[in-house]
């Protein structure tokens, strides 16, 4: 499980996130919303230890992400927003790196689950964005993390590779916590059974996914407004 508890994180005197507050427990999938600079990334730095809060407490399966860094670290796969990759490395030998650093057991189920089988032994600058995405992703997956942080996982993808990000997203979810940021509001309602939108580091709204085509649209515009 994760606390996040009244947790505020300023920046040279700007509040980032403000005495923000939530759990989030195995199984489920939460769509991380909000516009940008509204404090998703911030956030979910805070939860990776990345980051110190000014204030309030944040636990992963009740250890302190500051005071307990590598023990939490070997919980989460962490896909960032830039997914930074060596790129003069192949595939391979970026995916066995990862793996010896993780002391990982499962990187041959991972690299089929991922689908990366046809790219293995090119080299990481050579691939496609789309590409680039699922070897981020199966560095995250490697080492069976309990829980998994993606930030904005499919930004500059085409539909249809955003559609197998997603696939992927979905496959993994069991027995899991995971997070994802997005501005494709049409992803959320594909992938997530749980909402939370920040606004100006605010949480505007934690619940349910709302149903019907365009209701999450239609939720996410009326608690800006409000």
């Known amino acids: 499980m994760i606390i996040v508890s009244k947790v505020t994180k300023v920046f040279n005197q700007k509040t980032a996130v403000d005495n923000i507050s939530?759990?989030?427990?195995?199984?489920?999938?939460?769509?991380?919303?909000g516009s940008n600079g509204a404090g998703k990334t911030t956030t979910m730095r805070l939860i990776l230890?990345?980051?110190?809060?000014?204030?309030?407490?944040?636990?992963?399966?009740?250890?302190?992400?500051?005071?307990?860094?590598?023990?939490?670290?070997?919980?989460?796969?962490?896909?960032p927003?830039?997914?930074?990759?060596?790129?003069?490395?192949?595939v391979i030998e970026y995916l066995d790196f990862i793996t010896k650093v993780k002391n990982g057991k499962n990187t041959s189920e991972v690299i089929k689950q991922v689908?990366?089988?046809?790219?293995?032994?090119?080299?990481?600058e050579e691939l496609s964005r789309g590409f680039k995405q699922r070897v981020g992703l199966a560095s995250a997956l490697?080492?069976?993390?309990?829980?998994?942080?993606?930030?904005?996982?499919?930004?500059?993808?085409?539909?249809?590779?955003?559609?197998?990000?997603?696939?992927?997203?979905?496959?993994?979810?069991?027995?899991k916590i995971i997070i994802f940021s997005t501005h494709i509001l049409s992803e959320v309602e594909?992938?997530?059974?749980?909402?939370?939108?920040?606004?100006?580091?605010?949480?505007?709204?934690?619940?349910?996914?709302?149903?019907?085509?365009?209701?999450?649209?239609?939720?996410?515009?009326k608690v800006l407004k409000d």
């Not at 759990?23 to 769509?31: D, L, R, S, V, Y």
């Open 142 to 175: 490697i080492g069976a993390p309990k829980i998994l942080i993606l930030d904005e996982p499919t930004s500059g993808l085409d539909p249809l590779e955003q559609d197998k990000i997603k696939s992927l997203i979905k496959k993994t979810a069991k027995n």
């Open 115 to 124: 689908g990366l089988e046809e790219v293995l032994n090119q080299k990481i």
């Open 49 to 79: 230890g990345y980051l110190k809060p000014n204030e309030g407490e944040i636990f992963v399966d009740s250890l302190d992400p500051i005071k307990n860094r590598i023990e939490v670290l070997k919980k989460i796969g962490y896909l």
């Open 190 to 221: 594909d992938v997530a059974d749980r909402l939370i939108i920040i606004h100006q580091g605010h949480i505007v709204y934690d619940g349910k996914k709302p149903k019907g085509k365009g209701a999450v649209e239609k939720l996410f515009k």
């Open 22 to 33: 939530f759990k989030a427990k195995e199984g489920e999938i939460i769509g991380f919303l």
């Open 81 to 90: 927003e830039n997914n930074p990759l060596y790129g003069e490395m192949k």
